[in-house]
């Protein structure tokens, strides 16, 4: 075994200590990072070139700092994206949301499918859609100014339409029109606020992470926004927590216009996100 497999069998184990949730994954990606290789190339490194500033960035993630605000790079889908303080780290649970978002787009007639993104971030959502359905017109929403400093980054060159505001607010001019909302906007209650992983509570914003007591304030508020601009039969995509996989359809009822509300699942069964269907006038 090199030097560089030596250390990082210690930092997984440090990590582990830590109670970081994938202390080898880690240790390898900051391995990798540090070195300039992929991870697949890390027996690759001489011993030699060991950089002992794979123990510096050891440490933060040992405070449990995340590992893309260390690297700074976030991978989603087919995308790298760039992140840091001040915007939402996207998720891999996003990922199926944004499958079944791609799927329902791709089944309807449309030729050029109009998408809206509420509460963009760091632009996950938007880009994975305008990159996989690349007839569609995508647009995107986000509030913080803080976020848009990464958004930017993020969708500089691409063709989505990127705007700063009030995801309730947002696209007046396209009322009506929509073939597809989709959203991962906060929904963690603020009773949870002990509950959540370190990584999310002491470096994602909270504006991206709390909404209310039960943590569905900016998803009622959204379902609005969502009939708002979608034509009829189209179609609002949202995530939520696990845990409120009973309650997220029942705002989307048939007194409030929509059809077809229904719960899904994520890559580990859980309930993840909510679908539902502008009824037909």
Not at 116 to 144: F, K, M, N, W
Not at 164 to 185: I, K, M, Y
Request: glycine content about 8%.
């Amino acid at each position: 075994m090199n030097l560089l497999l030596a250390e990082v069998a210690q930092a997984t184990q440090r990590l582990a200590d830590a109670g970081v949730p994938s202390p080898r994954n880690d240790a390898e990606e900051l391995a990798a990072f540090v070195h300039g290789v992929k991870r697949g190339e890390l027996h690759s490194v001489k011993d030699s070139d060991f950089d002992a500033r794979y123990w510096e960035v050891i440490a933060r993630r040992e405070q449990r700092e995340p590992l893309q605000h260390i690297t700074g790079r976030a991978y989603f889908r087919y995308l790298e994206l760039q992140v840091g303080p001040g915007v939402f780290v996207p998720r891999p649970e996003t990922e199926s949301v944004v499958g079944w978002a791609i799927d329902a787009v791709r089944a309807m007639d449309v030729v050029e499918p109009r998408i809206v993104d509420l509460c963009t971030g760091s632009g996950a959502i938007a880009l994975a859609l305008a990159q996989e359905v690349p007839r569609s017109r995508v647009h995107a929403v986000e509030l913080s100014e803080d976020a848009l400093v990464w958004t930017r980054k993020n969708m500089e060159g691409s063709r989505v339409d990127l705007r700063q505001g009030n995801a309730l607010d947002a696209f007046r001019d396209l009322d009506g029109h929509v073939d597809l909302v989709v959203s991962n906007p906060p929904y963690i209650p603020l009773t949870e606020w002990e509950y959540v992983a370190p990584e999310a509570r002491d470096y994602d914003p909270d504006l991206a992470l709390f909404s209310g007591e039960d943590g569905l304030d900016l998803i009622r508020g959204l379902e609005r926004t969502a009939h708002r601009l979608l034509r009829p039969g189209g179609v609002v995509v949202i995530e939520h927590a696990d845990t409120q996989g009973g309650q997220v359809p029942w705002i989307f009822t048939e007194e409030r216009g929509w059809a077809d509300a229904a719960d899904h699942p994520d890559l580990n069964n859980r309930p993840r996100f909510a679908t539902a269907r502008r009824a037909m006038p």
